[in-house]
T-cell receptor, first 109, second 114 residues
Framework: GQNIDQPTEMTATEGAIVQINCTYQTSGFNGLFWYQQHAGEAPTFLSYNVLDGLEEKGRFSSFLSRSKGYSYLLLKELQMKDSASYLCAVVDSNYQLIWGAGTKLIIKP | IAGITQAPTSQILAAGRRMTLRCTQDMRHNAMYWYRQDLGLGLRLIHYSNTAGTTGKGEVPDGYSVSRANTDDFPLTLASAVPSQTSVYFC?????????????FGPGTRLTVL
């Protein structure tokens, strides 16, 4: 079967750095997305990785290791507005998106 | 404003009733999707459409139907609602059906079936 694992919930302090991990076992791999979803709102695109390595975009970075079936999202200089759920999604061999259940990130002052 | 709109925002429905959730996009995207999101579960694909005139079944299609008469609209119909269909429904679109293409989501419809 296809499986994507993320921690259910994480807590971090304003101004700190947090790493949200995602591991996957899917039928094939054609890329990995990270989306952000604030409570009661729609998911919005953060990043897309298809090759191994780190992609940096402002305060957010995303890393991929295809051989390990592993990705992480790194958030720096945390702000209160970063409190949200972070969704990991993998593009499988049929070019369909398989979604993880999401990680709820709580930022404390 | 470009994007995706959904209607209604929320709805309470009696079991057994028929309901259509509306979705419209103005980005001229070819592909459109319907998902449901339940607490503790990832987004699950109900139905999708790669281009106007075609539709396909996703992971959880039972009890739902869709149509894609034109590029902009992708309504989702519950023929006879059941309580297990209580969920938040998101419509999304992407420029192409390639899974590697970014999907853009509508604001969602919160549906409660009693």
């Amino acid at each position: 079967g296809q499986n994507i694992d993320q921690p259910t919930e994480m807590t971090a302090t304003e101004g700190a750095i947090v790493q949200i991990n995602c591991t996957y076992q899917t039928s094939g791999f054609n890329g990995l997305f990270w989306y952000q979803q604030h409570a009661g709102e729609a998911p919005t695109f953060l990043s897309y990785n298809v090759l191994d390595g780190l992609e940096e975009k402002g305060r957010f970075s995303s890393f991929l290791s295809r051989s390990k079936g592993y990705s992480y999202l790194l958030l720096k200089e945390l702000q209160m507005k970063d409190s949200a759920s972070y969704l990991c999604a993998v593009v499988d061999s049929n070019y369909q998106l398989i979604w993880g259940a999401g990680t709820k990130l709580i930022i404390k002052p | 404003i470009a994007g995706i709109t959904q209607a209604p925002t929320s709805q309470i429905l009696a079991a057994g009733r028929r309901m259509t959730l509306r979705c419209t996009q103005d980005m001229r995207h070819n592909a459109m999707y319907w998902y449901r999101q339940d607490l503790g579960l990832g987004l699950r694909l109900i139905h999708y459409s790669n281009t106007a005139g075609t539709t396909g079944k996703g992971e959880v299609p039972d009890g739902y139907s869709v149509s894609r008469a034109n590029t902009d609209d992708f309504p989702l119909t519950l023929a006879s609602a059941v309580p297990s269909q209580t969920s938040v429904y998101f419509c999304a679109s992407s420029k192409t059906p390639d899974g590697g293409d970014t999907q853009y989501f509508g604001p969602g419809t919160r549906l409660t079936v009693l």
